[in-house]
């Protein structure tokens, strides 16, 4: 009898390590099929797990808006959980920064224009006031999103913000505008200067209105 209980003790050890090894790789799996560029690319920004950004999406926040959550969460400093809860309890993005103690001003990006729909609405706010008067700006959460989203890309990959308010202007989700400018970076910016370059120096001293300074 203790031959066979060692024995099967041994086989009871073996199916549970294998078991257990068999549920990690089909998590490994699951989490990698679940995840994109764009995922990757959030949680690198925000210097959080990946893991993070997966169990945000799974509370059913859309991509667009995964960055919101976790721009509030660092600024506040609190947990991206509980910005997630308030926003599933109906909670507005603009609610959750105020009653997080975040203000207006966090959200703004300069820029050197003075871009059409949807940013002239969301740097508006900014534009049309004195600094001193920004406490009474209210956003929407298009608002919101479009300004953290805006950071977030320019930022990330070292795109000018004008570049990322031209393509939101075509209507494009950020998703596909993260497609768009995804590995480019800062090889994209060195290309479009060198070919500026070049342009100039075909050009002589010309320089559209300012030419010859």
């Known amino acids: ?48 797990p990946e893991r993070e950004v997966i169990v945000i999406r799974e509370r059913r926040i859309p991509d667009d808006e995964i960055p919101v959550a976790l721009f509030i969460a660092s600024h506040a400093r609190v947990p991206s959980a509980r910005v997630v809860e308030m926003r599933l309890r109906g909670d507005s993005w603009w609610d959750i920064s105020v009653r997080l103690g975040l ?50 890309l320019s930022e990330h990959y070292h795109v000018a913000p004008e570049r990322i308010i031209e393509l939101r202007t075509h209507d494009r989700d950020f998703v596909a505008i993260h497609a768009e400018v995804h590995g480019r970076g800062d090889h994209g910016q060195r290309d479009r200067d060198d070919d500026d370059d070049r342009g100039h120096h075909g050009r002589g001293k010309g320089r559209g209105k300012n030419g010859g300074e």
């Open 1 to 48: 009898m203790r031959i066979n209980l060692c024995t099967l003790l041994l086989a009871l050890s073996i199916v549970t390590t294998f078991g257990a090894e068999r549920a990690s790789a089909q998590t490994a799996v699951s989490v990698s099929a679940r995840i994109g560029d764009f995922h990757v690319a959030v949680a690198n920004y925000y210097h959080v």
């Open 103 to 152: 203000g207006p001003e966090v959200y703004y990006v300069p820029v050197e224009v003075v871009p059409g729909p949807p940013y002239g609405r969301a740097l508006g706010h900014y534009k049309h006031k004195h600094r001193k008067e920004w406490k009474t700006i209210v956003l929407t959460d298009a608002d919101v999103v479009n300004l953290v989203e805006l950071r977030f």
